[in-house]
């Protein structure tokens, strides 16, 4: 009896699991005029998910309705927009029939009229025709989920299933704009999308249940046949479309949009909850890293950011937006002081206070006649949370008000009605207002330490400036505003609590409760999450102390962009500022925070520099983020809003991908992690060669996307210069991988290619005519001589022929590209230049750490250090301590979208790091490359915790008295070999070198002009190293540091380059007609002759040089000088 029910539990079990595994048997409907072709390639996607598959013409299944009850599924693909025949409406009844007992219907394109005509949809379902053009983005056209369907499964809630080769008329069938689905039960499971745009009110993509069976309507963009270049993804829409119907009860949860009315509701039902605290008085804590200033007139942005949120405003008051992504939790957040007089309120954000800023915290101290009002904000780093603190001394009580507003917008593609209706409640025990959409996706809590002695929430407008009320007026927009006023004594506090989150208003309680418990313990959590972030980071010591704190800022302020979002994990995103920003504040506000979410493109560069600087565990997030959100193809993405819309319009973010994962390899020796991701990396190559389209070897920007040029006059290259150059390093980076992985075969001939390219790379894209490479290779085989920034990346990873290497290092040098604050994107000679263009004459930092990179790279220390400190300098103005995303090409002005870019901070930590430190580990080896090319009128300096694997290392330079002592330590109790190449003034000479104490081999390699010492050290295990290296003589000119003047023009003096030979050690110069320039020089003995300047001693071996720049060229604004300083 056992063993028998034993047995029928299996074969229960067996028919279960047969019952979801077993493939459907489908009956294709043809068409009254079908297409063989159409025919055949729907087949063709459709097999992998079937068992069986039987076309069917109109008059067979109007003959033999019976035909359905043999199969599981019936499809009917009409591409004929003509009216509906006869046969057609005869066979409604036999096939509703059908469906209502269980069958399942799929209509795409004109099929889906039918179900008017059969009278299951009384709603008019109508025809849009409009032509598709490529505006330089391609023809991309799809569907998207309410974040996520099955349809869309590995698809991540949207496709772009129809991708044209050329420009055409297309035809799409749905409801339009308010009319919606009205048969019982239908839901809209995907709307229009196109270019990174949700068409909500086109919805396209529908279900209707019809008994115990379902129809899936699908009104465009199926078109089988058709030249395609999204073929794969169209095929596994469809195929999902399949399993979608078959498994019924899919594990993966579907999400439908939701088009009720709009509403906002005072109806949301709170727990009690805990009265909060009364406020204390806090004391701010000194803080490892701090700066401050008295805000200036004008709009000056600010930015706080934990793992979880952002915050936004004006430095002078309030906060404007506070993002718990994927959502704006709050927005308007202001305070208003209202004195006993009666006079009117003094909003805070009119006022210009003091401001002192340490990350994760902001400190205003306002002064409003005998009141001395502090205001702290700090975030929480554990929840999606913020404090804001209030604390006063005054001669007189007065009131304080707050207003607030939520509105809960989701992130950018989303429009602000996809979030739904509002429902909003006062919490009389919480002393909070609470807010959720209808679905409790989102939901947001203020809170108050004390009881306020009025409040008022609901649907209103701001408050008018310059009126007390403490009543709101009634608004249409679709939003909750609180206002709340606080009678204040003349000593006290007052805490405001910011609680948001994605699980539902009963967590958001507890957390809220948590909050209020201590709130003044988050200003020593946000210290030791400092301090947590710094342990793993390099720390440097130079006698510059703006240096020190510059580069401390932007290690800091680089991963304040490493946020997570619930759902979708951690990566970098690229830049922050209020979503009512963009391009001179004219943009559409559209739920774009700056540009605060995740990219491709720029989570590769500034994962470079998070390597560097020890951080391996955030690059492995982003390679596993990015791997987790490939397309199908292979392809990586170049955007991932927080609201999971991923968007694969650049061609540059999988070749930079893979580069990314060599660099990992190579600094960590993370096999276990590279193995688990080769699948990845080997889809994404594989994706890369597939964009050949003509065998020349180079992969392709068209219809695969931009690569960094992303609009304007230069857009339109087959093969961009900068894409060639990422392609030849994706290949070697691509070759190291797979031989890592065992891959022997693969790996030859990604090391072959990529030799092949890099030959193409130097030899076709050479303008000998220009003596400069050229912009791009064109779709008619031609090449654009445009003279750009982007040679500088393959100099820094060391694909050029050395001599063009340095053509580009100098022309970069020059007043043509390099300003006081940064190096333009193209050279201001050139007739498209246009200062303020985003793509064709600004600043980007990132720009000038290419450039400064392949100055290091060329053995030209003097030109790196000056421009990384040009971006450097960007974080004592503007947003304190972060650095702008793009400046003006000709004045010192911010001229992008985000005052806080996270690769404008990694192009100043990389160059630092690899550029000044030649910093680069290679546990594989067990050694650490140090190439210092420190300034030469530093003495000192010390750069400790360099990480190396688990262990660190200590290392510190000093000079004095004829000799350099470097000084290395490390705790590892094992020993590393340091590869160590240090940069000498020119014409120095090496007399001896000791290490602990004993002689040492050496060698001195050649430069020009400054020679490299180099030797291989073993570092004591578990103590000092010591090297000692006796030299005479030497001179080399001191790193121009320009401070740039905010709004002033560039100033003109450069230092193109240096060369010695024959004791001759000559500056090649630019300055401005008729104008005297200055420049410092180190010499260790005075030189015998100056030509060219007239020389001064500062003491302490430097020098001050100073040049008159002629006149006699009055077209020449920027003239050329040589000077000439002849040694012993």
Not at 673 to 679: D, E, N, R
Not at 988 to 1004: A, G, H, R
Request: proline share 6%; with cysteine.
């Amino acid at each position: 009896m056992k063993n028998a029910f034993l047995l029928l539990l299996c074969i229960l079990c067996f028919s279960s699991c047969t019952k979801h595994e077993q493939k459907p048997d489908i009956l294709v409907l043809t068409e009254q005029k079908p297409s063989v072709g159409e025919t055949e390639a729907m087949k063709k996607a459709l097999s992998p998910e079937c068992r069986f598959i039987k076309l069917v013409s109109l008059q067979q299944l109007k003959e033999d309705p019976d035909l359905l009850n043999a199969y599981d599924i019936l499809w009917y693909h009409r591409h004929d927009s003509s009216d509906i025949y006869p046969e057609e409406e005869r066979l409604g009844e036999p096939v509703s029939k059908w469906v209502s007992e269980g069958g399942k219907l799929v209509l795409s394109l004109d099929a889906v009229r039918l179900l008017n005509a059969w009278a299951i949809e009384p709603s008019p379902i109508e025809p849009s025709t409009f032509m598709v053009v490529d505006q330089g983005f391609g023809r991309k056209r799809g569907f998207h989920a309410y974040h996520q369907h099955p349809l869309f499964s590995g698809l991540h809630g949207g496709a772009y299933i129809w991708n044209p080769n050329s420009d055409q008329y297309c035809r799409t069938l749905g409801f339009r704009k308010g009319v919606l689905p009205a048969a019982k039960g239908s839901k809209v499971i995907g709307i229009d999308w196109a270019y990174i745009t949700y068409h909500e009110d086109d919805k396209l993509v529908w279900q209707t249940p019809v008994g115990k069976g379902t129809v899936l309507a699908i009104g465009g963009y199926m078109h089988f046949a058709d030249d395609n270049r999204n073929q794969p993804h169209l095929e596994r829409f469809t195929q999902n479309c399949i399993s979608y119907l078959v498994s019924g009860d899919s594990e993966e949860e579907g999400c439908y949009w939701d088009y009720s009315p709009l509403e906002i509701c005072n109806d949301l039902k709170l727990p009690e909850g805990e009265k909060p605290p009364v406020a204390t008085l806090w004391q701010w804590p000194e803080a490892s890293l701090s700066i401050g200033h008295t805000c200036p007139e004008g709009r000056v942005p600010y930015d706080l950011s934990g793992n979880q949120l952002t915050l936004m405003g004006n430095e002078s008051g309030g906060i404007e937006e506070f993002w718990s992504h994927p959502f704006m939790a709050f927005r308007d957040i202001h305070t208003a002081v209202i004195m006993p007089e009666g006079e009117s309120p003094v909003w805070l954000n009119q006022c210009k206070p003091e401001v002192k800023k340490s990350p994760g915290r902001m400190m205003r101290t306002y002064t409003i006649k005998d009141l001395q009002l502090q205001e702290i904000i700090v975030v929480d780093y554990k929840s999606a949370s913020a404090v804001v603190h209030y604390q006063w001394s005054s001669g007189n009580d007065f009131k304080l008000q707050v207003t607030s507003a939520s509105n809960l917008r989701q992130m950018w593609p989303y429009s602000q009605r996809s979030t739904g209706s509002l429902h909003y409640a006062w919490s009389g025990s919480m002393q909070a207002m609470a807010v959720v959409n209808t679905d409790k996706r989102y939901a947001s809590f203020i809170g108050f330490s004390q009881k306020p002695a009025s409040h008022t929430e609901g649907q209103y407008l701001k408050p008018e400036p310059g009126k007390y009320t403490s009543r709101l007026k009634p608004s249409a927009d679709h939003l909750v505003r609180g206002l709340w006023e606080f009678p204040c004594p003349k000593e006290g506090a007052l805490d405001i609590y910011l609680v948001t989150g994605m699980s539902g208003p009963e967590k958001l309680i507890s957390d809220y409760e948590r909050l209020t418990e201590n709130p003044e313990s988050l200003l020593d959590a946000c210290e030791a999450n400092y301090r947590q972030e710094r342990a793993l980071q390099p720390e440097i010591i130079s006698p510059d102390t703006l240096f020190n704190e510059g580069f401390r800022w932007a290690q800091t302020s680089d991963h304040e962009f490493f946020i997570k979002t619930e759902g979708i994990g951690l990566s970098l995103m690229a830049g922050y500022a209020t979503s009512n920003h963009g391009w001179d504040g004219n943009q559409k506000i559209s739920g774009r925070p700056g540009y605060g979410w995740y990219f491709g493109r720029d989570a590769a560069w500034s994962g470079m520099a998070l390597l560097r600087d020890g951080n391996y565990e955030k690059v492995r997030d982003i390679l596993l983020t990015m791997g987790k959100y490939q397309d199908i193809t292979g392809k990586i993405y170049h955007e991932l809003t927080t609201t999971g819309s991923v968007h694969y319009d650049a061609s540059d973010a999988t070749p930079l991908y893979v580069v990314l994962a060599g660099l990992y390899l190579e600094t960590t020796g993370d096999m276990e992690f590279i193995t688990s991701q080769w699948p990845h990396i080997r889809k994404a190559m594989d994706f890369c060669y597939s964009t050949d389209t003509d065998d020349d070897g180079l992969i392709e920007n068209t219809m695969v996307g931009h690569g960094w040029i992303e609009g304007g006059a230069l857009l339109g290259a087959k093969t961009s210069f900068y894409l060639a150059a990422l392609w030849t390093e994706c290949l070697y980076q691509a070759s190291f991988l797979a031989n890592a992985t065992g891959n022997k075969e693969l790996s030859r001939k990604y090391g072959t290619d990529a030799a092949r390219v890099q030959a193409i790379l130097n030899r076709d894209y050479w303008s000998e005519e220009y003596n400069y490479f050229y912009f791009g290779k064109f779709p008619d085989n031609t090449y654009r001589s445009v003279k750009t920034v982007f040679p500088a990346i393959p100099v820094f990873w060391g694909l050029l022929d050395e001599d063009k290497a340095g053509i580009v290092a100098a022309l970069l040098s020059s007043n043509e590209f390099t300003t006081e604050w940064g190096v333009r994107i193209l050279s201001s000679k050139n007739p498209l230049f246009n200062p303020s263009g985003y793509h064709y004459g600004s600043i980007y930092p990132l720009f000038t750490g290419w450039s400064s990179l392949a100055q290091y790279k060329t053995g030209r220390p003097v030109q790196g250090f000056s421009q990384l400190y040009g971006s450097l300098q960007n974080y004592m103005h503007w947003n304190m301590g972060h650095i702008e995303e793009v400046l003006h090409g000709q004045n010192y002005v911010p001229s992008g979208v985000c005052s806080h870019q996270c690769w404008s901070e990694s192009m100043v930590v990389l160059p630092v790091l690899e550029g000044m430190m030649g910093l680069r580990a290679n546990p594989a080896q067990n050694s650490l490359q140090l190439s210092p090319a420190i300034p030469f009128n530093w003495d000192s300096l010390k750069v400790n915790n360099i990480r190396f694997g688990n262990e660190r290392i200590n290392y510190s330079f000093h000079r004095a008295n004829g000799k350099i002592h470097i000084r290395m330590s490390t705790t590892s109790g094992r020993e590393v070999f340091i590869n160590y190449r240090h940069y000498l003034p020119a014409g120095t000479s090496v007399e001896s070198v000791m290490l602990n104490n004993k002689p040492f081999d050496w060698e001195l390699a050649e430069g020009d002009p400054y020679p490299l010492f180099c030797t291989r050290i073993p570092l004591n295990p578990n103590g000092i190293t010591e090297l000692v290296i006796g030299y005479d003589g030497g001179i080399g000119a001191v790193p121009p540091k320009f401070m740039a003047e905010i709004s002033k023009p560039t100033g003109h003096s450069r230092i193109i380059c240096e060369k010695f030979q024959e004791n001759e050690y000559t500056l090649y110069t630019e300055g401005e007609s008729g104008q005297s320039h200055f420049f410092y020089l180190y010499a260790e003995n005075k030189p015998d002759t100056v030509i060219g300047a007239s020389i001064s001693c500062l003491g302490n071996k430097m020098y001050l040089l100073q040049a008159q720049y002629p006149e006699d060229v009055p077209s020449e604004n920027i003239q050329t000088k040589k000077i000439v300083l002849k040694t012993r």
